[in-house]
């Protein structure tokens, strides 16, 4: 029996979904679309966690997603293929010195990218991706919050530049956007003059700039879907290349310059963590039910206030995401900026 045969068999025998994010290896993608999973951007992967009728989550990204979709889905099992797989900017985060951080702007309201620890999470008031920052914070300004934003500094600086928006940042950055150089891409562009740029915000500044288009993971797929021009360099992980090839096969895609691809590139536009989801691995934890991820329910209860604040805000803003089922501790402030 082949591997994929295998791992359809196994999440059918135990009533399990595969939930994979776009950078993740290209048949683990298709693996999850043929199996009846998702693959998507960390809110879709959130969303569909929780709303999925399986009794076992499969999380094929980082140790954050799987937290995630446990702070949403308590009573499932969550099982990830590395624990160790985790992200520079969780890393750069600990909660502790996050907290203490805080703690110093006692009048600010905290907003955290999802690229966090649970603990993170827990400590703050809202938890947001980056395809909905720009709106969530356009409208915490719009009330005239002042903000505390973790963890990445890039994402946060182009958000205040948006927005406008009173913003005290922590200094994290993404180890693969942070690697895309402003220059290389200045030569890119003249090499491929009929080419518009596709810049993930987590890039730094003077890339940022050069983008016809600046937004997430889905929300570039979705650029290049409805755009007429055929040929795009696109400023994230080339692991979102397989979804844009699948969807748009007569278009060309070219990876923005990073550090070149040599032993000392600290990505290659490549997540070294993603990398580490392997189907060897996601058959291994189905057969043994190992790498399971917890969350101490304390922790997981203020998490989720969040995590849910941000999907009853999309819900409102008419991004395609169903509601926590409680819009009410927040109904002011969504009522106040009315539809997008």
């Known amino acids: 029996m082949g591997q994929q045969k295998r791992i359809k068999q196994l999440l059918q025998q135990?009533?399990?979904?595969?939930?994979a994010h776009y950078y993740t290896d290209p048949e683990i993608q298709s693996l999850a679309e043929a199996t009846g999973g998702c693959v998507a951007d960390s809110l879709e992967m959130a969303r569909f966690g929780r709303d999925s009728k399986a009794e076992i989550l499969i999380v094929a990204g980082v140790k954050f997603m799987g937290e995630t979709a446990k702070i949403l889905s308590p009573n499932k099992k969550i099982l990830v293929a590395d624990l160790e797989a985790t992200c520079s900017l969780d890393i750069g985060c600990p909660v502790d010195e996050f907290s203490k951080f805080c703690d110093q702007y006692p009048d600010r309201i905290v907003v955290v990218y999802a690229n966090t620890s649970a603990e993170v999470k827990a400590r703050a008031d809202w938890v947001v991706t980056s395809a909905i920052a720009l709106d969530i914070v356009r409208a915490l300004h719009a009330e005239g919050k002042k903000i505390i934003w973790g963890p990445d500094r890039h994402l946060g600086n182009y958000i205040a530049e948006q927005t406008g928006a009173d913003m005290v940042l922590w200094q994290g950055q993404c180890i693969v956007h942070d690697e895309f150089k402003a220059d290389s891409l200045r030569l890119c562009r003249e090499q491929h003059p009929n080419a518009l740029v596709l810049v993930h915000p987590e890039s730094p500044a003077q890339v940022v700039e050069q983008a016809d288009f600046v937004g997430s993971t889905s929300q570039i797929i979705k650029f290049a879907q409805s755009s007429d021009v055929d040929q795009f360099i696109v400023a994230t992980d080339r692991g979102i290349f397989y979804k844009m090839q699948q969807l748009m096969p007569d278009k060309t895609f070219i990876i923005a310059p990073t550090?070149?691809?040599?032993a000392t590139c600290k990505s290659c536009a490549m997540c070294p963590w993603m990398a580490m989801n392997t189907l060897d691995k996601i058959q291994n934890i189905l057969e043994s039910y190992t790498n399971e991820i917890t969350v101490p329910e304390e922790i997981r209860i203020q998490a989720e206030i969040g995590i849910n604040r941000m999907l009853d805000f999309s819900a409102t803003r008419s991004i395609?995401?169903?509601?926590s089922g409680?819009?009410?501790k927040d109904q002011a402030l969504f009522n106040q900026i009315?539809?997008?």
């Open 259 to 262: 550090a070149g691809e040599s």
């Open 338 to 340: 009315g539809p997008a």
């Open 320 to 323: 395609n995401i169903k509601a």
């Open 14 to 19: 135990n009533n399990a979904t595969l939930i």
């Open 326 to 328: 409680d819009l009410s």
